[in-house]
């Protein structure tokens, strides 16, 4: 709390913001959890992680609808090259999203 608060440079404090969230969501708090990663107000080129965190959370949440939409939100967000898009593929076709052949075109 205290790096999303004052750390500096300021990117510090949008990875200190999602990880605050994932740790709440680990504690059990998703509820928490959810207000921790939407309170956030500038993602500095982090909105692909923040979207698939969201997506994460809102599973917990029992929230499939707004999950699904989460994670398509940061497959569009995700950079050519960098994050983890085969994850993002995964949990769509968990939640029934997606067929393998539509993943593997991604």
């Given amino acids: 709390q ?27 708090l998703a509820e ?4 921790t990663i939407n309170g956030a107000k500038e993602l500095a080129g ?5 979207a698939e965190t969201r997506g994460d959370i ?12 989460a994670y398509q939100e940061a497959l569009e967000k995700l950079e050519e090259g960098l994050g ?4 993002l593929v995964l949990k769509l076709e968990a939640l029934g999203v997606m067929e393998t ?3 593997t075109a991604i």
């Fill in 46 to 50: 982090y909105e692909a992680r923040f």
């Fill in 84 to 87: 983890d898009r085969a994850m």
């Fill in 2 to 28: 205290y790096v999303m608060d004052n750390g500096r440079p300021a990117g510090i404090k949008v990875v200190a913001r999602e990880r605050l969230a994932r740790l709440q969501l680990d504690q059990g």
């Fill in 32 to 35: 928490e959890a959810l207000l």
């Fill in 58 to 69: 809102l599973v917990t949440l029992g929230r499939k609808d707004e999950a699904i939409a």
């Fill in 101 to 103: 052949d539509e993943a």
